[in-house]
């Protein structure tokens, strides 16, 4: 039986039932963190009727919503309209296929696992875009628009800081890049500053973007709940909503799980001790829910900004400053 | 890999699903008429097309067909139409000599087509004998450098070309108010 389960295809087809379920799960519970820590810094309970604390808080909103009718509202182009909820889900849950958890828990070691999952996260985009624009609902297609430009905007020094990283690792295999910063919170590509003494600036411009990337607050300019409705999900309704919901929680997981593989080691342990094998995948999670946190507590701590202050943090400071680390990283190399 | 049951099958039936996406995706983006889902078309045609490059080996080619056509080039289109298009499918014009012009985009498309099959049907095929590069980004930067840096360069120059076209486009109607 045992080595039923090892066989190539099992094996992948089993990797993906988990990471459905990991990422439905995380869906489910983060959005319960989400509220928690809102409440927490708010200075509220936030959820607590349903079960121990608000455990059961993410259960009943699952059944409120799969009750709820999928309405078609007239005019829409209906066809796109239920297209874009499944094109936003499925790229986060390829991403995660390449993402490696532990030194072997990997459901696909590809050679190229870096571009696997930007080329796949870019799709997110496209289907944001097209719900807002099936909808035909002026608030949906002005955030329509705006994701466009934000994440044009963003995409262009996220990729500049993944080519700095490029040139440090010198391979796209994710694996290959947690294994390079073994042996001590010293090593892991954050703290690298021999190689370049950017590189926690580059951590920061690569956080930024990823928030900026998943429309998460303070550029949550595609669902300025104060200003669009609900942005691009305006006419949504059911779980047609809940899926698009689900799909920003499963972008920041494969966010922040990038974030954890390049700059702060995967699933290397920080100071030597407990590493290898189940200890590495809980350190690996623990570097990504603390990330997970962290996003958590900008949204609720930093006000929305301005679209115009937004596009000029990146054009103006975030693509000059990755240009320089690109430029000085290539210089140190050459010179040491 | 091959002691798996059925594997030849399943792999033959992703083919079939690469190349149907290809053809449906493609069909879409011809036949429909309105241009929004028409990009769709193109995306999905994209995707299909992705998937053949994964099965002739090349990932890298596959994922930069991903992120560049669907992730840029798509997005762009769509952004386009959003500022200009009304998303009304397009009046019915009745062109003079409709049925020539017809005609004319019949025959090129035949003539495309046998051009198309006749070299792929009697052209001699190279087997390649083992991979062209192991697909690493040492190999990838050696082979732009290198072999392809020519077609490299020009791509460049192309890319700068537009670049300046756009600014320029831009610049005039800026100062025309």
Redesign the interface.
Known sequence: MMKFLTIEPVRVLLYLVGIIAFTAANAAYLVLAERKGAGRIQRRPGPNEAGWAGILQPVADGIKLLAKQVMVPPGTDSLLFRAAPLMVMAPPLLCLAVIPFGDTIVACNLNIGLLFVFSFGSINVMALMLGGWASRNKFAIISSARVVSQNVAYEIPMLLVVITMLMVTGTMNLGEIVRQQAGGFWHWNLLKVWVNPFMPVTFIIFFICMLAETNRAPFDMAEAESELVAGAFTEYGGMGFGVFFMAEYANIVVGCSLATILFLGGWQSPIGVLSGGWFGAAWFLVKLYALIFTVIWIRWTFPRTQFYSLLNLSWKILIPVSLVTLLLTGVMMKIL | ?S??PF?DY?TGAIFCLAVGTTLGGALIAALST?I??GV?GL?ICCIGLAGLYWFLHS??LA??E??IY???V??TI??GV??SET?EPAQEKQRSFAALWGLGAVLVGLGVFFAVSRLSLGGPWKVPAAFAN?????AIGLALLTTYSLAFELISLVLLVAILGALVIARSGRTKE
């Open positions: 890999m002691n798996f594997a399943i309105r929004i889902r769709c995306m990932p890298f994922l930069m991903i992120l669907v992730g840029a798509c997005v769509v952004f959003m500022l998303d192991d697909g690493s980004v040492q």
